[in-house]
C-alpha cells in the first residue's frame, strides 16, 4: 500500500513563491510516475505537472514558473511555484501510479490561495 503525504500549501500575495512537498511512504520506485494535480470547485481536476525518469511535463498555464522535482532516495517530490497568480488558487494533489501499471494512488490535497 501506498500512501502520500502534502505539506506547504497556504496563502501567498500575487507573484509570490510557495514549495510544495509530497512524501511517500510504501513500495515507490523509480518507474512511477510522480505528479501534481489540482482541481478547484466545480472543475475537473487537472495535471499541473509530473515527472518519470528526469523527463518532466507541465500544463502550457504554468510553464516557465513551476519547477517539479523528484528525489527516488527520499521517495519525495516537490513543486516549487513562482510567480503565483490567482487562478493557481486550488486544492493541490499528489498522485503517483506505476507506469503501464493499474495502481493509481492519491494524497489528501493541501490548500494553495493566491490573493492580496
Known amino acids: 500500500q501506498v500512501r502520500l503525504v502534502e505539506s506547504g500549501g497556504g496563502l501567498v500575495q500575487p507573484g509570490g513563491s510557495l514549495r510544495l512537498s509530497c512524501a511517500a511512504s510504501g513500495s515507490i520506485f523509480s518507474f512511477y510516475v510522480m505528479g501534481w494535480y489540482r482541481q478547484t470547485p466545480g472543475k475537473q481536476r487537472e495535471l499541473v505537472a509530473d515527472i518519470i525518469s528526469g523527463s518532466t511535463n507541465y500544463v502550457d498555464s504554468v510553464k516557465g514558473r513551476f519547477t517539479i522535482s523528484r528525489d527516488n532516495a527520499k521517495n519525495t517530490v516537490t513543486l516549487q511555484m513562482n510567480s503565483l497568480k490567482p487562478e493557481d488558487t486550488a486544492v493541490y494533489f499528489c498522485?503517483?501510479?506505476?507506469?503501464?501499471?493499474?495502481?493509481?494512488?492519491w494524497g489528501q490535497g493541501t490548500q494553495v490561495t493566491v490573493s492580496s
Open positions: 498522485n503517483a501510479y506505476p507506469r503501464g501499471g493499474s495502481a493509481n494512488y
